[in-house]
């Protein structure tokens, strides 16, 4: 009976492993609609991926990006968040990613039939509790560093998940879908504005590799 032993311990450290073989896929928020099969995506911990067979990327040569959605963890110690916050974030987004991409792939506000459209949300967002004294406060005048620094301390993302959607922007057909549990190539240190930004040009040379790979550039 060694042999039933044996491999009792086999499967128990299989089980046990990060990035187990089985473990399932992660649920998706209500941000992407309907019944989306993910997989694991290959030389990416953490991440899971649905691509529609035959897709050709090679027809988009623009990109539209929406506004980026924010969604907290119902367990998240404090509800409350400034609009202006939110705001700082997504326009950073938004600047990185030209950076990163154009050029090459043009981000445009106003979509045709080869402009690649992508919808990107935080989910699972925690904050740290908010401070009731003034000097929590940021008041009118400060310098947008300043600003940047308190938003970036009060966002806990190290445990917040990515939901990407990739759409044809003409005809509303779902190209792809993309959910990131591991955010930061390095977990030590995420509460800074910059790891923030660093994130995000890391996702958005992703994108452009990938474009780049259709377009064989």
């Known amino acids: ?13 299989l089980a046990t492993m990060p990035g187990f073989l089985f473990a399932a896929a992660p649920s998706l928020s209500d941000f ?18 649905y691509i529609k067979p035959g897709i050709q990327l090679a027809k988009y040569n623009k990109v539209l990006f929406t506004p980026i959605e924010f969604r907290l963890h119902p367990q998240s110690e404090y509800r409350g968040v400034a609009p202006d916050d939110y705001k700082l974030v997504s326009d950073m987004f938004h ?28 989910v699972d967002i925690k904050l740290k509790k908010k401070s009731r004294t ?7 005048g400060l310098i ?17 998940v990515l939901e990407a959607e990739f759409v044809d922007a003409a005809t ?42 259709a377009h064989k550039k």
């Open 95 to 122: 600047q990185t990613l030209i950076g990163q991409l154009e050029p090459a792939y043009p981000v445009v506000t106003n979509s045709d039939a080869s402009t690649l459209a992508v919808r990107i949300a935080l």
């Open 134 to 140: 003034l000097m929590g406060w940021t008041p009118v």
């Open 144 to 160: 947008a560093g300043t600003a940047q620094d308190k938003v970036s301390k009060k966002l806990k993302l190290l445990d917040a």
């Open 1 to 13: 009976m060694n042999w039933l032993k044996t491999l009792f311990i086999v499967l128990v450290l």
């Open 172 to 213: 509303g057909e779902r190209l792809a879908v993309l959910v990131d549990q591991n955010l930061y190539e390095d977990g030590s240190n995420t509460e800074s504005w910059e790891s923030m930004r660093l994130m995000f040009k890391h996702y958005a040379k992703r994108i452009k590799a990938r474009l780049d790979e």
């Open 32 to 49: 992407i609609d309907g019944d989306v099969k993910l997989e694991k995506c290959p030389k990416r911990h953490g991440s899971y991926c």
